[in-house]
């Protein structure tokens, strides 16, 4: 299960990014500083990945409950503040392109936080009920 979770969120995640970089290059290139138009775009993307997470990865057939979108929006305001801080190490004193630096960050992002606290802290309980 643990395998089938972290490949669908892990495609969960590629259609958030591809919104959250859709926002990204839009807000840098209307002059938005990197820092804060990733701050943005990886907030609009949580929302796309809420809804699949919820729905195709996790499985989660439970009501919505506030503790759950709390729980939820604790872990994509820590993603969005990592990813902010990565693209402004990354994109802007590492010098990487943008849109590369976007991709390289979100796949560790992926890795070192969101998926594992997505797992233990968001969708905990839905798991436990299957």
């Not at 972290?6 to 938005?32: E, S, W």
């Not at 969005?80 to 392109?97: D, F, I, N, S, T």
């Amino acid at each position: 299960m643990l395998h089938r979770e972290r490949i669908t969120a892990g495609v969960g995640g590629g259609i958030a990014t591809a919104i959250d970089a859709t926002t990204l290059v839009l807000l840098v290139h209307a002059g938005i500083a990197v820092a804060p138009a990733a701050f943005v775009g990886s907030t609009i993307g949580a929302v796309a990945c809420f809804a699949w997470n919820k729905h195709v990865a996790f499985r989660d057939r439970s009501r919505i409950t506030v503790q759950q979108l709390g729980r939820f929006g604790a872990v994509a305001v820590a993603t969005a503040l990592l990813m902010a801080l990565a693209m402004h190490v990354v994109a802007v004193k590492l010098g990487v392109p943008v849109l590369l630096a976007k991709l390289l960050c979100s796949a560790a992002v992926f890795v070192a936080w969101t998926f594992p606290a997505q797992r233990r802290l968001v969708f905990a309980a839905s798991r436990s009920m299957s």
